[in-house]
């Protein structure tokens, strides 16, 4: 009964918060009022899930400076959680079938998220340079996950290596982004099942924009796996219960 509710209230949850996003967005899709809007939303979501999340490095993403960040992809719970974790202002990129969702896609459209097309290379492409244009006239932060899909197991999977050269020629800096723990509570062998647990979010040390320029597309990926890799190998917080239906975030420097 629990996952029936779970999953209605995920439903309602989207609803409620696109109808706000899209009638807004009809008007002025506000940065600021999007990012507000998403933050309350993605809590929301963690707390339907009994998610409960812990977030160190959290005072690396509080001066509004757009980054690059690479996450690891463990759960559909990685995009809600990288929202909390980065307090909104962030857009993605995304398979182009997210974009078909009604309300959903919408938004990812209208904020300018990115798509994916993983069969046409050249519409992929022209998404890409799209985005990139974008960030020069308008930055703002951008997260990928560069495994492309989510792991079974937890463990981390092979990257690909255009996402090291997007994020080389995105000129921001890149973050590394560690996600442990969303695969036991949301995983994708189990579309139908949430479990409750601790997740633990690691904003690792920004690697300059100028370090970046000087790397080769290898060497970069060879740094976010290590650093990735690295916290991935240390427990989650053992001291922090989760409760069903009662999910909280809690920020660490």
Known sequence: MREIFSILGLFFNITLFGG????????????AFFAFITRHWARATLWIAGARVTVEGADRVTDGVPRFYMANHQSALDIPILLTALRGDVRFMAKR????????????SRYHFAPINRTHARDTLRS???????????PVSFAVFPEGTRTRDGNLQPFRRGTMKIGRRSGMDIVPVTIHGAVDVYNRDRPWTLQPGNIRVVVSEPIAAREVAEMSSAELQDRVVQAIARELEKPLPGALPAVAGCATVEATS
Request: aromatic share 12%; charged share 15%; no cysteine.
């Open 97 to 108: 079938s997210l974009f078909l969702i009604p309300i959903f896609g919408w938004i990812m």
């Open 20 to 31: 706000v996003l899209v009638g807004v967005g009809l008007i002025y899709p506000s940065r």
């Open 128 to 138: 890409l340079e799209a985005m990139l244009k974008r960030l020069k006239t308008n």
